[in-house]
């Protein structure tokens, strides 16, 4: 049996941690194909195609560890959503800005 994922309570999450999860590269590229996605996605649609799956995985647990990202298993699959209106309220602006900047 595979281990749940664990997810701060948004109240819990905090801006170095979110601002850490954003700086790097791939996961800022995870963050904005979630945000430009028509909802929910798979990690490796959501992933930039080069990184390997352990990598991926790696990504993933960062960003959801900061409370930017909910993951849930489907099957065999792992379903992503970005945490947009959550996030909004407790920093209002902030993704918007880091995305606006980062295009």
């Not at 990504?59 to 959550?86: D, F, P």
């Amino acid at each position: 049996m595979q281990r749940p994922f664990l997810h701060p309570s948004i109240t819990d999450v905090r801006l170095e941690n979110v601002l850490y999860a954003l700086a790097d590269p791939a996961r800022l590229a995870i963050v904005r194909a979630l945000a430009d996605g028509n909802g929910p996605m798979n990690c490796s649609r959501a992933a930039p195609a080069e990184l390997p799956k352990s990598t991926q995985s790696h990504h993933y647990q960062v960003l959801r560890e900061a409370g930017l990202i909910m993951s849930e298993r489907r099957g065999t699959q792992v379903i992503n959503k970005l945490r947009r209106s959550e996030l909004d309220q407790r920093f209002p602006g902030l993704l918007a800005a880091v995305l606006n900047s980062s295009e």
